[in-house]
Every structure is written in C-alpha cells, then in structure tokens.
C-alpha cells in the first residue's frame, strides 16, 4: 500500500525558535499533500493543503505566515512553525493523494504517524 | 460547510460481541466519499472502510461493515466478532468535491475480556 513518512516523530523546542517537520510519500507521487493538527483526545483539524509547485490554501484561521508549508516536490511537503510558542504544542498529521489512487480526487488519502510538538 | 457529527464519545464492546459505532452528516452535494478511520495509541490514522456515494450497495470489509442511509445522511460502522486490537479511537470522516476530509469528533472503543 501507499506509504507516508514524517520527520521527526518528536520535537522539542524552546519558544522562538522554527521548527521544520517533513513529510514524505514513500512509494507514490504525492499531487496533493494535507496538514492536520490534533489536540489530546480530540480530533484531526485541517491546517492547510498543499499542491505540488503551488502555494498552500490555509483553512480559516490558521496563520500562514506562523505555519509555513512547502510542497516543492511530488514526494516532499514541509511544515515550519515560524517562532514558536507553548500554544503551539501539538500533534501534527500529515496525509497525501496521488493520482490514479482508488478512489480517484475524492478517494483516500495516505497518513503520516504524526510528530509531537513540544514547545517549552 | 459540511459537517459530521458522532454522538457517541465512548463506547465499550466485550470481545467476540457486536458493536455499531453512528455517524451522521450533512451535505448539499450529491458526490461524496465517507469514511471511517481507526486511530489506536499509536496515533497512526488507518482506514477501516470508504463508502462512495453513489454505490447502494453497503461496503464490507471482513469484519467491519458499514449501513449507509444516504436519505438520512447516517453513516454507521459495525464491528463483528471484536477482538481486542480493535480498541482505539474512531473517526468518520466525509471528502466531497473540495477533496478535503472533514473529520467527527471520535468515539473511543474499549473492548473488554
């Protein structure tokens, strides 16, 4: 099956600082690639999807400047979190689609296992 | 917008037994995906079962199986014959023309001995 990787699975991080979490179709090509957040015992909130040379849409109320994606390849997309902050604690969920995968544009989408934000 | 609501936070199954997680949405589109997504302490998100719209047939797959009242708008999952790797969070999830997934709020599955 399709696999998705994320990088790191944890981070820990003192407020200020950026941090860069990656996101890797493994054995398919990835046109369309989706940022989640998940607070504890909650459920997934869509931050943003991101196609392949384009620029990210960011759902209503996410900071695009505070939370940077870059979808530069077919199998890479990339979430900074620009001077971040103990609000921004989390677990962060990436997920992608290719073509041609069952389902077509509105079928599956592949996840990630998800990395830990932790900002002191 | 559309929206997908389970009322169920928690529920508890003994294993071997039957159990029926609900789910229910809303939508004005007639094209649509649904589909229910198995969250363990892992936190990996795996799917369970997808159900396309258009197709009156109800999906199965081995012991999971779905009931899809597309006039209702209700989507529910059936677990057969629980095991106890079956315990996690669940998530029914809809993707309609935007290809975005719109996530409920969870129901916890405990399976007891």
């Known amino acids: 099956g399709a696999v998705v990787s994320q990088h790191p699975s944890r981070v820990i991080c003192k407020s200020g600082t950026s941090v860069k979490i990656e996101c890797r179709s493994l054995d398919f090509q990835a046109t369309t690639m989706f940022w989640y957040r998940q607070f504890p015992k909650k459920s997934l909130m869509l931050m943003a999807t991101?196609?392949?040379?384009?620029?990210?849409?960011?759902e209503q109320g996410v900071e695009k400047d505070k939370f940077l994606i870059n979808h530069a390849s077919l199998t890479l997309s990339t979430l900074t979190v620009t001077s971040a902050h103990p609000e921004d604690s989390s677990f962060y969920i990436c997920?992608?689609?290719?073509?041609?995968?069952?389902?077509?544009?509105?079928?599956?989408?592949?996840f990630g296992p998800g990395t830990r934000l932790t900002v002191l | 917008a559309q929206t997908v609501t389970q009322s169920q936070p928690e529920m508890s199954v003994q294993e071997a037994e039957t159990v029926t997680l609900s789910c229910t949405y809303d939508?004005?589109?007639?094209?649509?995906?649904l589909f229910w997504y198995k969250q363990p302490p892992s936190r990996q998100m795996i799917l369970v079962i997808r159900?396309?719209?258009?197709?009156?047939q109800n999906a199965t797959e081995n012991r999971f199986s779905v009931n899809f009242q597309k006039a209702a708008k209700s989507f529910s999952l059936k677990i057969s014959d629980s095991q106890l790797g079956d315990a996690a969070m669940y998530f029914c999830?809809?993707?309609?023309?935007?290809?975005?997934?719109?996530f409920g709020t969870g129901t916890r599955l405990q399976v007891t001995l």
């Open positions: 159900q396309e719209a258009y197709k009156q």
């Open positions: 999830a809809y993707s309609g023309t935007a290809s975005k997934l719109t």
């Open positions: 939508t004005s589109e007639s094209d649509y995906y």
């Open positions: 991101s196609n392949e040379g384009s620029k990210a849409t960011y």
């Open positions: 997920s992608a689609r290719g073509p041609g995968l069952a389902g077509g544009p509105l079928g599956e989408q592949f």
